[in-house]
Antibody
């Protein structure tokens, strides 16, 4: 069974940095796009970033461009999100998800349980 | 900035039918946006319901169906059950690797 487990969340001061990790198991991690999605307290879901299987193509929502970096280590079956220059509005639960894409489909099909990031002084 | 709009809330009676919609501020939603739908209960991770407009994800009961209605994507729940109470989100694929989530609809079954 495909599983994703996030870690690395915590409390950080504005302007600080944090690195999230997502450990994948139960599927061939190196064959899939992967995505980060976040949810601020009491708010809806927001797509944050995704990365191509080989790591060469990365996409970001405008609000995190230049501050967040998505990466992966296929040998370790792991996805990462390096978050710098954090702001209060980055406070959220961060989910990693498997990103399925093909000739006629684009969607997320496997989700982790999330890790909480709180940006506050 | 692209805005994907959903109804804030819907109430449905047990056994009833409800249709949620997903619209774009700047265009009509078509199959070319590969609409997908997800449900989420408080404190839980999202669960995938529908992808590519109308394909049910593995294990999703057939009382959930997706379609295009007019210029919007739609999710219909037929024969609503108490445990269908959730937040429902659509997602549109905008091209160039970019997804946009809808604003979400809170469904109450009572």
């Amino acid at each position: 069974e495909a599983q994703l487990v996030e870690s690395g969340g915590g409390l950080v001061q504005p302007g600080g940095s944090l690195r999230l990790s997502c450990a994948a198991s139960g599927f061939t991690f190196s064959g899939y796009w992967m995505t980060w999605v976040r949810q601020a307290p009491g708010k809806g879901l927001e797509w944050v970033a995704n990365i191509q299987p080989g790591g060469s193509e990365k996409n970001y929502v405008d609000s995190v461009k230049g501050r967040f970096t998505i990466s992966r280590d296929n040998a370790k079956n792991s996805l990462y999100l390096q978050m710098n220059s954090l702001r209060a509005e980055d406070t959220a639960v961060y989910y990693c998800a498997r990103d399925r894409r093909g000739y006629d489909y684009y969607y997320m099909d496997v989700w982790g349980k999330g890790t909480t990031v709180t940006v506050s002084s | 900035q692209t805005v994907v709009t959903q109804e804030p809330s819907f109430s449905v009676s047990p056994g009833g039918t409800v249709t949620l919609t997903c619209g774009l501020s700047s265009d009509s939603v078509s199959t070319n946006y590969y609409p997908s739908w997800y449900r989420q209960t408080p404190g839980q991770a999202p669960r995938t319901l529908i992808f590519s407009t109308n394909t049910r994800s593995s294990g999703v009961p057939d009382r959930f169906s997706g379609s295009i209605l007019g210029n919007k994507a739609a999710l219909t729940i037929t024969g609503a059950q108490a445990d269908d109470e959730s937040d429902y989100y659509c997602v549109l694929y905008m091209g160039s690797g970019i997804y946009v989530f809808g604003t979400g609809t809170k469904v109450t079954v009572l």
